[in-house]
């Protein structure tokens, strides 16, 4: 199994450019979330997707849009980028636990994004 | 969402227990106590998670308080491995978010 993961690892972009962050899992997990982390702080959630079809906002949506494309993967785009969107994106989909009330999230290895 | 206080940062020696403090006075009943922690340029990585028992697995070991109010992950014997950033998360049901506060930055001593 690879996990979870995700492209590109770097990229650089400028003001007001376009991209989309990649995720996928082969864990058959039904869900799946993105996050940012900015340097020194802890992880935001900008994003998920409880089941394939649904998507919900997070802490911090503004700027984003994302897509459940199938249960394997869900993708992240940043229409028009900002340098405040400068951080670490990382996408995780989790499992249930024993006893099928709590799960774990598992992470991917995270995309470095620097906008100018 | 209950909020969790951890230590800023914490310093062991190798080979040598490490006991991670958290406080979360205001958890509600379903709450679990989750811990995740992450190694350097990696993403967080699961460790534990309780509900009221303590619980052992092959990474550490979660106590729990009576009152539910705090927490203490222990590693038994440090390794250099075990350098990392350790969050302590309070998380309700399943497909649920998870709240990262800023973690307890662990560095261990050769």
């Known amino acids: 199994n690879a996990g979870v993961t995700q492209t590109p690892k770097f990229q650089v972009l400028k003001t007001g450019q376009s991209m989309t962050l990649q995720c996928a899992q082969d864990?058959?997990?039904?869900?799946m979330y993105w996050y940012r982390q900015d340097p020194g702080m802890g992880l935001r959630l900008i994003y998920y997707s409880a089941s394939e079809g649904t998507t919900d906002k997070g802490e911090v949506p503004n700027g984003y849009n994302v897509s459940r494309l199938n249960k394997r993967e869900f993708s992240l785009r940043l229409e028009s980028a900002a340098p405040s969107q400068t951080s670490v994106y990382f996408c995780a989909s989790s499992r249930l636990l024993a006893g099928g009330l709590t799960d774990t999230q598992y992470f991917g290895p995270g995309t470095r994004l620097t906008v100018l | 969402d209950a909020k969790t206080t951890q230590p800023n940062s914490m310093e062991s020696n190798e080979e040598e227990p490490v006991h991670l403090p958290c406080n979360h006075s205001t958890i509600s009943g379903t709450d679990y106590i989750h811990w995740y922690r992450q190694l350097p340029s990696q993403g967080p990585e699961y460790v534990i998670h309780g509900l009221t028992s303590n619980v052992n697995n092959r990474m550490a070991s979660l106590a729990i308080a009576e009152d539910r109010k705090s927490s203490t992950l222990i590693l038994h014997r440090a390794t250099l491995r075990d350098a990392a950033v350790y969050y302590c998360?309070?998380?309700?049901?399943?497909?649920?978010?998870?709240?990262f506060g800023e973690g307890t930055q662990l560095t261990v001593n050769p």
């Open positions: 864990m058959n997990h039904n869900s």
């Open positions: 998360i309070l998380k309700e049901t399943s497909g649920s978010r998870l709240t």
